[in-house]
């Protein structure tokens, strides 16, 4: 140790430390390897930053604009001067099976090679002609030269001017020579510069640059324009060995896999012919690595599958396209629209071509299934609300859920059931099973009777095949057994109701073995299905054929695609060669749903919806005829017929026109004729009440 001149101790740099600091406590690092701590903390923050990152991005992706500018620039030389783009185009032909155009590639070429030699052996022969060449044009110059000189010599009288034009030209070579010299020497500086320009400009222009080299804006490239070689990158990207090999081996042919890109509503559609050994499953089951590849959302991106073997059907929606909502249904913009049930179509919405998507209802059972709250019963409604238009059609409704969805029917539908419990399920089974009690009447009926149509409607059905509620004879309502009654009438309906005209709609959520039995959803000769969660459930909603063909309810988002269904139908409109039609339903709300439900009772003479069928053990035959006629003038007898049926099956299920005659007799408001068809009259009926006896207005359920 030493002394300063101040009188402090200095201790020495080299001198060991003193013992109790010899040694760092355990567990803390020693200052070196803190100082490495700290510095790899710091190398870590500067790399890390935004700004590193970016500028090493740079360097990276101007370093290799440059190198694939120099690989395009080679491969269109070779191109050039070689038949290599023949071979690729004609390997290109064969893959797509076109034979037509592969003999063309092979003759262009054929014929590209013989020129190629005639060039080559004119080469043999060029060096002499050009000597020859060389030395008459250079002894014709200097000849040329001296007859200058002559004339010049001749016109001045002086000799000497003979040598005057050669020694001119050499001079002027002389200079040329120098002015070479320095553009020379420039050019060796500036040419190599010049030529890495050239060539990142290339690479630049051709973004011949990593995708990750990018700037945040340039490398987010979804949303991107849909071309011949983006979807050829897309497929080659998808990992099946067999399609990237082929696609390979086309090189930058390997869009004549490809039909022309057309517009398709909000997107774009494109058939892919793919190589022989890749077959159209492959490239389905990777739905989401092509969508990704494309720049789409899984969701954004289609595949069908043609008619033309070996090809699927893309179909890749505009960047966000689909989460825009469609315009307003005809139903609501229209006031003066009129539906047909027999030669209509309902205007339900529009497929993902942006085309209007109508479906035909006639003679057609009908099945909407998907998960809770996706717009299942708006669906549903949707199409009821258009067939109401036709004052022929008679709806009966039941909705399960009874949260007034169906509210509006009330006026329009002859029985309108709303309510979750089991007592509702046993009124939409007994319902349902009038509609076969009126289907087997009209079976029956003389051949060529005409029959208005009669739709049943049961909304939320799994609460009906799921009910445990017994009936009297300890028979179930609910289940998938010969003893269900609810499940009996259904099969009932789906054998034998198109004939008649008697149809059943059904819509269900959430489809199991269990609350949709297999027997009763293969009878809907229409079936669509909003977003499921499972394949499993979307081959129950629509079937094998439909899901093998494309169909993938189960790709739906829930809670996002809401409206947004996959109906597998003969019904609609379906592209040649696909199982199923993917529709974006137009949405009408309950308010308006009201208003077209208005337009609709104002086409008809009046309906008493029945809301809770009456089961008791007493009726009151002639007032339920008047309520059945409600405000009508006057009613055809088969529909009060119908409508008794519908208000109490148990009393007036096996009523014939003697039984509403009988009853009448005497009553003075007996059937009578209108326009050559038997009718009973509302006043007459009220008149009948009024001055009917005391005592008479029960009468015992037979």
């Known amino acids: 140790m030493t002394t300063n001149g101040t009188g402090g101790n200095i201790v020495h740099l080299f001198k060991d430390p003193p013992p109790e600091q010899a040694a760092p406590a355990a567990g ?9 701590v700290r510095s790899g903390r710091v190398v870590r923050t500067v790399v890390g930053h935004e700004r590193a990152m970016g500028a090493g991005r740079a360097v990276v992706r101007h370093g290799m604009y440059v190198i694939g500018g120099g690989r395009i620039v080679v491969r269109r030389v070779w191109d050039s001067r070689t038949a290599a783009r023949y071979e690729r185009m004609l390997r290109a032909a064969e893959a797509a099976g076109n034979h037509d155009a592969a003999v063309a590639w092979e003759e262009r070429g054929a014929r590209f090679r013989a020129a190629r030699h005639r060039r080559r052996m004119d080469l043999l022969t060029a060096p002499v002609q050009a000597a020859k060449s060389a030395a008459a044009g250079a002894g014709a110059t200097v000849g040329a030269l001296l007859l200058l000189g002559v004339v010049m010599a001749l016109a001045s009288e002086d000799f000497t001017e003979l040598g005057t034009p050669l ?8 200079g040329l020579l120098f002015v070479a010299s320095i553009v020379w020497g420039i050019g060796v500086l500036i040419g190599p510069w010049a030529a890495v320009a050239g060539l990142w400009a290339v690479g630049r222009r051709r973004q011949a640059a990593p995708n990750w080299t990018l700037p945040a804006r340039e490398r987010d490239d979804a949303g991107a324009p849909i071309t011949p070689s983006v979807v050829v990158t897309a497929l080659r990207d998808l990992g099946i060995p067999t399609l990237r090999k082929a696609i390979k081996e086309m090189g930058d042919a390997g869009a004549a896999m490809l039909s022309p890109i057309v517009l398709a509503g909000c997107g774009v559609e494109v058939d892919a012919t793919l190589p022989s050994g890749v077959s159209t499953i492959e490239v389905q089951n990777r739905r989401r690595k092509l969508a990704e590849n494309l720049g789409r959302h899984e969701h954004e991106v289609f595949i069908t599958i043609p008619t033309a073997a070996r090809t699927v059907r893309l179909w890749i929606a505009d960047s ?13 913009t229209d006031p003066d629209l009129k539906a047909n049930y027999k030669t209509g179509r309902a205007p339900w919405g529009q497929d993902l071509r942006g085309d209007a998507a109508a479906l035909s209802l006639y003679q057609r059972h009908l099945l909407v299934t998907g998960l809770s709250n996706q717009g299942k019963t708006a669906a549903l409604r949707a199409l009821a609300l258009w067939l109401a238009l036709d004052p022929s059609v008679e709806f009966r409704i039941a909705d399960l859920k009874g949260v007034g969805d169906w509210g509006m029917f009330d006026g329009l539908a002859s029985v309108l059931i709303q309510g979750p419990t089991d007592d509702h399920v046993i009124e939409a089974t007994e319902m349902v099973e009038g509609g076969v009690a009126e289907m087997e009447r009209r079976l029956q009926a003389p051949p060529g009777t005409v029959h208005p149509p009669l739709i049943l409607v049961v909304d939320e059905a799994q609460m009906a095949f799921m009910c445990p509620a017994l009936d009297g004879e300890k028979r179930p309502y609910g289940g998938s057994k010969a003893t269900s009654r609810y499940f009996m009438a259904a099969r009932k309906i789906h054998n034998q109701g198109r004939a008649v005209n008697v149809m059943l709609w059904q819509g269900t959520q959430d489809p ?53 269904l996959v109906v597998a139908s003969d019904g609609i409109e379906v592209p040649a060669g696909q199982a199923s039609l993917t529709v974006r339903t ?4 309950t308010d308006d749903a009201g208003e077209v439900a208005t337009r609709a009772k104002a086409m008809r003479d009046g309906v008493t919806t029945v809301h809770v069928l009456d089961t008791g053990q007493q009726h009151d035959p002639l007032a339920d005829i008047a309520a059945v006629i409600g405000t009508a003038p006057r009613l055809l007898t088969q529909d009060v017929l119908k409508r008794l049926a519908a208000r109490n099956a ?30 009973i009259g509302r006043d007459r009926i009220a008149h009948a009440l009024t001055n009917r006896p005391e005592g008479d207005a029960g009468t015992a359920a037979g």
């Open 28 to 36: 803390v690092p020693s200052r070196p390897e803190r100082l490495w």
């Open 167 to 174: 020694m001119a030209a050499i001079e002027l070579v002389n």
């Open 320 to 332: 966000g396209a689909l989460d825009e909502p469609i315009g307003p249904s005809p139903l609501v």
């Open 512 to 564: 199991t073995d269990q609350n949709l039995p297999k027997l009763v959803r293969e009878g809907a000769h229409t079936r669509a299905s909003l977003a499921l969660g499972t394949e499993s459930q979307a081959r129950m909603a629509l079937g094998d054929k439909a899901v093998d063909g494309g169909a993938a309810p189960h790709l739906l988002r829930q809670g996002l695609d809401k409206g947004t």
């Open 586 to 589: 137009h949405y009408i709300s």
């Open 650 to 679: 148990k009393a007036y299920g096996h009523w014939s026109f003697g039984d509403l005659t009988r009853v009448l007799e005497g009553t003075g408001a007996e059937p009578y004729k209108s326009d050559g068809r038997m009718v």
